[in-house]
């Protein structure tokens, strides 16, 4: 248990519906992320929030809305997904943001998209 | 941007000791020197971080030499638990994430 919770831990999906990952932390954590993880390549970071405000968009396709409500809970929406988004989706807090700061990572979503 | 490189891949044996060597010739003055673990469908966990010189914590050892452009990883008396894949991040402390990269990491495999 690492004070960072995610759910659905799966999910299967068509193209045209829509869905939404739901993250938690449980740490007092101000920083949370949003990470994609295809098979066989390297964890892409695609959002950061800093005491709920985003700071760090890698150019993700619109076709994924994160949201952030509160320091302890982040979304990712999905809308129109390919087939191509099915990847493990990690969830990740910390402190704060820096370098300098352990990240504690989520259990994961494994998303399919048919 | 500190792009960091590592072995793809490692094999060791159970009660061996593990050294993965990382370099990161781009590291800039305020990076700061992180390795994960990650096990098959897990998040990765953090083992160890540091600055400069030598770190040592319950679980690894981390040495960094003076001109920091690289960094060893070392695991004493592994088991087959520590069969996973380990990532070398270097990262500013500067509040900006844009620099944090974890690259395709080393899968260590360990053998009974």
């Known amino acids: 248990e690492t004070g960072v919770t995610q759910t659905p831990r799966h999910l299967v999906m068509g193209m045209t519906n829509k869905k939404s990952l739901k993250c938690e932390q449980h740490l007092g954590h101000n920083a949370m992320y949003w990470y994609k993880q295809s098979a066989k390549k390297p964890l892409e970071l695609m959002f950061v929030?800093?005491?709920?405000?985003?700071?760090e968009n890698n150019s993700v396709p619109s076709r994924f809305s994160p949201e952030c409500p509160n320091s302890s809970h982040l979304f990712l929406h999905l809308h129109t997904l390919q087939p191509e988004d099915s990847a493990l989706y990690l969830c990740?807090?910390?402190?704060?943001?820096?370098?300098?700061?352990?990240?504690?990572f989520g259990p994961g979503t494994r998303l399919t998209v048919l | 941007l500190a792009k960091t490189t590592q072995p793809i891949s490692m094999d060791s044996y159970e009660g061996q000791e593990v050294n993965i060597t990382c370099s990161h010739n781009n590291i800039a003055t305020n990076d700061y020197i992180t390795w994960y673990q990650q096990f098959p469908s897990q998040g990765p966990r953090f083992i160890i971080q540091g600055y400069k010189t030598k770190v040592t914590n319950e679980v690894a050892s981390l040495f960094i030499p003076a001109d920091r452009k690289s960094s060893t990883l070392s695991l004493p008396r592994v088991s087959l638990s520590d069969t996973a894949v380990y990532y070398c991040l270097v990262g500013d402390s500067w509040g900006s994430q844009g620099n944090l990269i974890f690259g395709k990491g080393t899968k260590l495999s360990v053998k009974p």
């Open positions: 990740a807090s910390s402190q704060a943001t820096g370098g300098d700061n352990e990240q504690f």
């Open positions: 929030y800093s005491l709920e405000e985003r700071v």
